[in-house]
């Protein structure tokens, strides 16, 4: 029986500081702060030890199914501080047919589409936008391939704080609109996401705003690591065998990977963990490229292109996390050409029914493409993450007519 709302009552906090995930160097907690001295994403540290005895999962399990339900391993300490548009715990749609046709094992997708303002970027942003709420900050910016702006606009007008987004000329038309509608001021500009990410950088010290690039702010992380949370609490406290993730920023991997050392931690799960794989396109691969030569840091994929804007991310500061995450978990990186994108998203839409964006489209194109090498075996339960509602992407035109006024022929319909 569910009767404890999570946005109601204040509940025990338990951050004790940030650390450089670089250098491991302390840093304040209950302040603003962007990347460490090192240059590197600051991570936020809780006392675990207190949460395990604050939390228990029967205590979780009669709370409303939303992402405030963790509010003991989220950094937003006051209730006032907590800005929601109705954060749902979104649904594990298991794709039966094609488990079939393809002869793998159990295929589940994450479907994030259902979120706020439709896609994943929502878990990030209000952990982001509520910290700065909390912080008194009254004014943001960021660079975007889309989604993100989307949400930092809809969550930071909702707390009453101005917005400048700067995205790539070629972003989807409507996440340029939905952006600009939901209140804040954007820009196109004649570039890639990380040229975008240099006027943001240059404007904090001009303009006063604060920098909400990916990982250049910690709470971001804390946000998406609710997908590891949600994804653990709905196979019953366990985790899948793998996860195909879509990776531009990578703060997602990231986030799941400390939240599955978090659940540890806390007794609610055990050692086991899944293997993680970074899925990039062909025309954007500097995960894979680094992966491949076994090394810690990327360096900038030049000339990015690819269907799927929101993994167009030619340079990540997060590039050792994503790395670490996933050669600890014994997973892997690959890319998977824009042809196979495509055909991933109209082979789940005509077989399930299921819409999925160009990115959570990768992730399906990289799942077969592991079956058919053997990289993933056929006993594997796997996850694959669809990142935005497929309804916010072109779709085919479709011309075919029918004359109401004239026989028809309805055998040949």
Avoid at 246 to 258: D, E, N, R, V, Y
Avoid at 346 to 362: H, I, S, T, Y
Wanted: net charge neutral; charged share 25%; hydrophobic share 40%.
């Amino acid at each position: 029986m569910i009767h404890d709302d999570n946005l109601t009552a204040e509940r025990p906090t338990f951050v004790t500081h940030l650390e450089c995930a670089y250098t491991g160097e302390r840093y304040e907690a209950d302040r603003p702060h962007n990347l460490s001295k090192a240059g590197k994403p600051l991570l936020v540290r809780y006392d675990l030890p207190g949460v395990a005895k604050a939390l228990s999962k029967d205590a979780l399990a009669r709370r409303a199914p939303d992402l405030w339900r963790y509010r003991e391993l989220l950094p937003v300490r006051r209730l006032q501080d907590i800005v929601s548009l109705g954060e749902a715990m979104t649904p594990l749609v298991r794709l039966t047919k094609l488990e079939k046709q393809l002869g793998g094992g159990e295929l589940l997708v994450k479907d994030e589409g259902r979120l706020p303002t439709g896609s994943f970027k929502a878990r990030g942003l209000v952990m982001a936008v509520s910290m700065a709420k909390a912080f008194g900050i009254c004014h943001m910016a960021m660079p975007t391939n889309g989604n993100a702006g989307a949400a930092l606009a809809a969550y930071a007008s909702h707390a009453g704080i101005k917005t400048t987004v700067f995205c790539p000329e070629d972003t989807p038309e409507v996440n340029v609109s939905e952006i600009e509608l939901q209140g804040a001021t954007v820009y196109r500009v004649n570039g890639l996401i990380d040229d975008c990410g240099k006027i943001v950088g240059e404007g904090v010290s001009k303009v006063g705003w604060f920098d909400t690039s990916t990982l250049k702010e910690p709470y971001r992380i804390e946000g998406k690591k609710t997908m590891g949370l949600e994804l653990a609490e709905q196979l019953g406290w366990d985790v899948p065998d793998i996860v195909f993730y879509p990776t531009g920023g990578g703060t997602g991997l990231i986030g799941m990977w400390k939240a599955f050392a978090e659940l540890e931690s806390i007794g609610f799960i055990g050692k086991k963990r899944p293997r993680l794989v970074a899925v990039q396109a062909s025309g954007c691969a500097p995960m894979v490229r680094a992966y491949e030569a076994g090394v810690e840091h990327a360096t900038r994929f030049e000339n990015a292109h690819t269907i799927a804007a929101g993994i167009r991310v030619p340079q990540a500061v997060g590039d050792f996390l994503i790395l670490r995450a996933v050669r600890e978990s014994g997973g892997y990186a690959v890319a998977v050409d824009d042809d196979a994108i495509q055909n991933a998203v109209d082979e789940v839409a005509r077989q399930e029914g299921f819409l999925m964006c160009p990115e959570g489209g990768a992730t399906y194109a990289a799942y077969k493409l592991g079956l058919a090498s053997g990289r993933v075996s056929k006993s594997e339960r796997a996850v694959l993450f669809n990142c935005a509602s497929g309804l916010k992407y072109p779709m085919p035109k479709i011309e075919r007519r029918l004359d109401r006024t004239k026989p028809i022929d309805f055998a040949a319909l």
